[in-house]
């Protein structure tokens, strides 16, 4: 995959995601988008890919709209803007619903549709020295797609200050209403990244797909017969799977299962 706004690079197992216009500050537009949407997509059929990482090059992970792109969008049709926003809600679903694990790297700044990147992903790290802002209301305007992600991030009370004041949040206020996991110093964030790596290796690939697809199947839905129902068919459907035999045995005969790559 070669693109003109990211740089992919695989480490082993790892991808990173790299986010690549430093000059400014990793902010999008309709071709970042649509290159973002393409790399999911095609993560998303890789079985040779267990994480995934999404970064910024230069001092920001992403401020997030383009400026320009967001004037251009300002002076189209109505049946244009739809379009084009409809792009960008694609594009994040495809981020949130990957079957890899998926961790935001942050550090600098991480505003608007970049702090809608950092909730996406399953897992948020970002620098001590980080800041989030959902600032679209100081230019008139509404987090719209990226809701979703933020909200089931930090829930609708906290949304309901932060969406409103479009108020600078710190790594420690991040930290404390859910949006960050970990925070680190700044020399010290890719440790902390790789930390979470090691850690996510040791799970089954095809038992944290099926995890993922859970808490999408739970969250926010009133626990009725019906969803009860759906949780038990979740778990008989993975403990048929081979990966599933292969993690039991290895347990019950004290080895590692096969997904769990020897160290070098």
């Known amino acids: 995959m070669s693109y003109q706004f990211l740089q992919l690079e695989q480490r082993d197992q790892v991808v990173y995601v790299w986010l690549n216009r430093p000059e400014l500050h990793n902010a999008f537009n309709t071709q970042v988008i649509e290159e973002l949407y393409d790399c999911f997509t095609q993560l998303n059929e890789r079985d040779d890919v267990r994480v995934v990482i999404l970064a910024g090059r230069g001092k920001s992970f992403s401020a997030g709209a383009d400026l320009n792109w967001m ?6 049709s109505q049946a244009e803007n739809e379009a084009d926003a409809l792009k960008l809600a694609n594009m ?44 679209e209301v100081r230019l008139g305007l509404a987090p719209s797609t990226i809701s979703p992600y933020v909200i ?30 970990e ?12 930390e979470m790596v090691q850690a996510l290796l040791l799970g089954g690939p095809d038992a944290q797909a099926a995890s993922k697809q859970l808490i999408q199947l739970v969250d926010q839905n009133e626990l009725t017969p019906e969803l009860r129902l759906q949780t038990a068919q979740h778990i008989a459907h993975v403990r ?16 590692s299962p096969a997904w769990i790559r020897p160290s070098a």
């Open 92 to 135: 994040l679903h495809s981020l949130a619903t990957l079957k890899q694990p998926t961790i935001a790297r942050v550090q600098g700044i991480a505003f608007g549709g970049g702090m809608g990147l950092a909730s996406a992903c399953d897992i948020c790290i970002a620098s001590s020295d980080v800041k989030f802002a959902t600032s």
């Open 152 to 181: 089931r991030a930090i829930g609708a009370r906290q949304a309901s200050r932060y969406f409103l004041t479009a108020e600078r949040i710190s790594a420690q206020q991040a930290l404390n209403i859910g949006l960050a996991h």
């Open 240 to 255: 048929q799977g081979s990966e599933a035999k292969d993690g039991l045995n290895a347990f019950l005969n004290k080895h």
């Open 183 to 194: 925070i680190a110093p700044a020399e010290e964030l890719d440790q902390k990244v790789d």
């Open 71 to 76: 004037k251009q969008a300002g002076q189209a």
